[in-house]
T-cell receptor, first 110, second 114 residues
Framework: DAKTTQPPSMDCAEGRAANLPCNHSTISGNEYVYWYRQIHSQGPQYIIHGLKNNETNEMASLIITEDRKSSTLILPHATLRDTAVYYCIVRERTGNQFYFGTGTSLTVIP | NAGVTQTPKFQVLKTGQSMTLQCAQDMNHEYMSWYRQDPGMGLRLIHYSVGAGITDQGEVPNGYNVSRSTTEDFPLRLLSAAPSQTSVYFC?????????????FGNGTRLTVT
């Protein structure tokens, strides 16, 4: 599986968009990009995933570059409850395993 | 739906004791897995299963055993607990093992080995 690189921490003002970057320069054509978040020590929560196209759901948007070497998770209107560690993961099409890195600690500031 | 249920939530063991961490899902998911998370670190895969009767090792399998006799349950056994196994353990499941199937996590078991 390809590995990912994320900044260790970011801040975002409440009500503004939070843009979390992820580098996955060694991703292969059959690997999906997933985003999860973990609040305190709870179980990771699924946010969104995609293969090639940009995706949007009720929580967030996922923008994947055309060469698929990087992606950005966008939380359109960050709230204090979005303060969490965000993990970017790549998973094979026949992916038995998810590989988690250390993620980005996002702090939403009032 | 309860989703993924882990028991117990907290456990303290003495070195050398054995125990089983329970994991059950009610979503009819084929794929189940166990992760551990140490302070300040990401999750590391211990064991996984792609269906009843099939298990395989992940990144850090030593000291742990698993079995999958039913689709719903995937217990994790610590044979002889060691302080290095102090961690938070998460069970996760997904509909199948292909890449387009999100993992759903339980809320974890916090294990301390003294």
């Amino acid at each position: 599986d390809a590995k990912t690189t994320q900044p260790p921490s970011m801040d975002c003002a409440e009500g503004r968009a939070a843009n979390l970057p992820c580098n996955h320069s060694t991703i292969s054509g059959n690997e999906y990009v997933y985003w999860y978040r973990q609040i305190h020590s709870q179980g990771p929560q699924y946010i969104i995933h995609g293969l090639k196209n940009n995706e949007t759901n009720e929580m967030a948007s996922l923008i994947i570059t055309e060469d698929r070497k990087s992606s950005t998770l966008i939380l359109p209107h960050a709230t204090l409850r979005d303060t969490a560690v965000y993990y970017c993961i790549v998973r094979e099409r026949t992916g038995n395993q998810f590989y988690f890195g250390t993620g980005t600690s996002l702090t939403v500031i009032p | 739906n309860a989703g993924v249920t882990q028991t117990p939530k907290f456990q303290v063991l003495k070195t050398g004791q054995s125990m089983t961490l329970q994991c059950a899902q009610d979503m009819n998911h084929e794929y189940m897995s166990w992760y551990r998370q140490d302070p300040g670190m990401g999750l590391r895969l211990i064991h996984y299963s792609v269906g009843a009767g099939i298990t395989d090792q992940g990144e850090v399998p030593n000291g742990y055993n698993v079995s999958r006799s039913t689709t719903e349950d995937f217990p994790l056994r610590l044979l002889s607990a060691a302080p290095s196994q102090t961690s938070v353990y998460f069970c996760a499941s997904s509909y199948d093992f292909v890449g387009n199937s999100p993992l759903h996590f339980g809320n974890g078991t916090r294990l301390t080995v003294t």
